[in-house]
């Protein structure tokens, strides 16, 4: 039977070729898992980047619209135009309002007028 002791010492004998191959394959393994990380990360910032740059067109179209909608505010017409346009269409509908009243009078006169008119019509083909 074999000893606690000599199972220890083979377990912790030094093999050069083992223990190399074993630092190599696990120096690797760190090795390619940071190039993976570091590639995964690169991906991850490239999509980011394209990302703002999208957030950035975004920005730039909505100021535009902004700008535009500011310029479309500062040429319409404020309080005081729409005051003055009110009371000018006022006006304008109180003058409407005696023009009319003037052409239904001048629509009774030449009423009267062609009544009197068929009436002289009517006596000259009678007794003419």
């Known amino acids: 039977m074999v000893g606690g002791r000599e199972v220890m010492q083979a377990l912790f004998d030094f093999d050069a070729t083992v223990s190399l191959s074993l630092v190599f394959a696990m120096a690797s393994a760190i090795f390619s898992w940071w190039r993976t990380r570091e590639a995964a990360s690169a991906k991850v910032i490239a999509r980011t980047d394209a990302k703002i740059e999208g957030v950035k067109t975004s920005l730039t179209g909505l100021d535009m619209r902004l700008t535009q909608a500011e310029h479309d505010l500062a040429t319409m017409p404020g309080s005081k135009e729409l005051n ?34 068929s009436r002289h019509e009517d006596h000259l083909r009678t007794h003419g």
């Open 84 to 117: 003055a346009l009110t009371l000018a269409l006022t006006e304008v509908r109180g003058e409407l309002r005696t023009m009319n009243a003037v052409i239904n009078g001048q629509s009774q006169i030449m009423e009267r007028i062609e009544s009197s008119v």
